[in-house]
């Protein structure tokens, strides 16, 4: 069975897809002989569409580009190229970095909720994900079926028409609920003067979406758009060979094919039983083996945590576990040492004897007047650092894992932490059938535990909360907690980047770096996309004149 929906084109844009996609029919492919800058906008549309990204190019891309050059050209039958060089660097002399300079624009679609995190593991590639912000997840596929992962394995189990029904209903609910709670939102948010319809339209229409996203389970399907190297390609498809999930591994091998057609030199080690699937099972078999010393010694912790019936357990939490108590002072130090001769030991030993309002003056002179929160001071924050145990429900994970540059680790997906009710659905009068949907969820993830322990993550609602720890130096602090802190954020992350912030104040003692953390935004938005939408339009009335294609 091949779980994905293929999507219809007519004669006419086959003829124009295949010169610019390797393939037609496939969820994994790549993109060619376009400019860069037609890709990169290509996937900032792809992340807020409910389009494929073949689909979104004919739509609205083609009409702006002269493509009468490529009449010629046929992408889907692979592209030959000059290897021998690559080959006589990469293969003969062993040189890796020559695969960090050919990269590749891979979109990667009908992927779940569960596999995008694989995918967006790699710190050194571009990610950018379908929003559940700004789509609707009531439209169906191609097929006629609701947008989900469909594993083979699991429908063709005794639980697969369980599976497929207890899914339909939870989508079911979703939509009947988003009807009832846009109209909610509209008579509680009535549009203000100033406000085009269309922008009120879009802030009350996020709102609504962050509302319900907690009802979709994590089966749910998203489209994500990779630009890596060929260095970094190799190294995702071999954690992904090696993976416990059978999507990720039979979507490794989908990556692989595409990435041959247009890398092919940079990812010849990737299956090779010596090379490439001998990295594989280390992988695999260090997972493994830390797996059961694990639970040899620690068998209470690996058993604990048994959900209650009924409602939820637990409370989401955010906890500075380890910091530096004088790490403050090591950024100072390291501000200071590369203006003098001296060696930074005895840098930091007189920055140690220096008073409050002298560090102060030495560190406001460092980070200057950030007029915005993209001015951010120099590497010297990264000399002390801190880590962080969160507990959130999972749609607010997604958004905090995106973060590549600090160290983030989860625990499995599951029911035993309970879930989160929003405020606008109680307040809607929707926290029954909400809550129903959950009770839903959390049955079919325990019915499938047993026999498809990996798969059971599918039925599981972004709604539920996962524990996950959270490491980053102060420079990556500060980027995180202005960032996810913004009035257009979704409350639940908000709250996350709020609570980091004042704990590495007062928890940590950093109160100087905290106060450098300027644009860190602690007010309530009723409508949190409404000032971004307002900013938006202004953007698409400048343009306008220009011809913008993604004017409303």
């Not at 029954?432 to 009770?439: D, I």
């Not at 003692?509 to 450098?516: D, K, S, T």
Request: proline share 6%.
């Amino acid at each position: 069975m091949f779980p994905y929906a293929a999507e219809p084109f007519t004669p006419e844009e086959e003829d124009i897809l295949r010169r610019y996609v390797t393939n037609l029919d496939r969820p994994v492919f790549a993109l060619v002989n376009l400019p860069e800058v037609v890709k990169g906008a290509l996937f900032a549309r792809y992340s807020r569409s409910p389009k494929s990204l073949r689909r979104l190019f004919l739509d609205e891309f083609v009409g702006d580009l002269d493509i009468s050059g490529d009449v010629t050209v046929d992408a889907t039958v692979g592209l030959k190229r000059a290897v021998e060089l690559y080959e006589k660097v990469f293969v003969e002399y062993g040189d890796d970095s020559v695969a960090q300079l050919g990269g590749v624009h891979l979109a990667c679609e009908q992927a779940s909720n569960v596999l995008t995190k694989v995918l967006e593991w790699g710190r050194l590639m571009a990610y950018l994900e379908q929003s559940t912000r700004y789509i609707a997840y009531n439209q169906r596929l191609s097929t006629g079926h609701y947008r989900y992962y469909r594993d083979p394995g699991l429908l063709d189990s005794p639980l697969g028409a369980r599976y497929v029904g207890e899914m339909d209903r939870m989508f079911d609910t979703y939509g009947e609920l988003l009807v009832v709670l846009n109209d909610w939102l509209k008579a509680r948010h009535p549009r203000r003067p100033g406000d085009s319809e269309f922008v009120h339209r879009q802030a009350v229409r996020a709102k609504g979406l962050d509302g319900l996203r907690g009802l979709l389970p994590a089966g749910s399907l998203s489209n994500v758009g990779i630009y890596g190297t060929g260095q970094s390609y190799e190294q995702l498809l071999v954690r992904m060979r090696a993976h416990p999930l059978p999507e990720a591994r039979a979507y490794a091998d989908l990556m692989l094919e595409e990435l041959r057609k247009v890398i092919p030199s940079f990812l010849q080690r990737v299956d090779r039983p010596d090379r490439g699937g001998a990295w594989s099972a280390y992988v695999e078999a260090t997972r493994g083996e830390t797996a059961r010393v694990v639970a040899e010694l620690f068998p209470d912790l690996v058993a604990a945590g048994a959900p209650a019936a009924g409602g939820p357990s637990g409370a989401p939490s955010v906890e500075l576990v380890d910091f530096d108590p004088e790490g403050e002072d090591k950024v100072v130090a390291a501000v200071v040492a590369p203006g003098t001769a001296a060696p930074e030991a005895d840098v930091l030993d007189r920055v140690r004897r220096l008073g409050a309002e002298e560090k102060r003056a030495l560190l406001r002179a460092y980070v200057g007047e950030r007029a915005n929160r993209r001015h951010r001071p120099g590497r010297a924050l990264e000399r002390t650092g801190y880590r962080f145990d969160v507990v959130t429900d999972y749609g607010a994970f997604r958004d905090l894992q995106r973060h590549r540059m600090l160290t983030i680790e989860w625990q499995p997906l599951g029911v035993a932490l309970g879930y989160d009710v929003p405020g606008t659905v109680e307040e809607a009068g929707l926290a029954a059938p909400y809550v129903a949907s959950l009770e839903r969820s959390r049955e079919l993830a325990d019915a499938l535990g047993q026999d498809f322990p990996d798969q059971a993550a599918y039925a599981v609602a972004l709604a539920y909360r996962i524990r996950y720890s959270m490491q980053m130096n102060a420079r990556e602090a500060m980027h995180l907690v202005e960032l996810r802190s913004g009035p257009q954020g979704h409350p639940s992350y908000r709250w996350v980047a709020q609570e980091m912030h004042r704990q590495i104040g007062e928890r940590a003692g950093h109160r100087l770096l905290a106060e450098a953390m300027a644009h860190v935004d602690y007010g309530a938005a009723d409508l949190e996309r409404l000032e971004s939408e307002r900013r938006a339009e202004g953007r698409r009335n400048a343009l306008s004149g220009a011809g913008n294609p993604l004017s409303p």
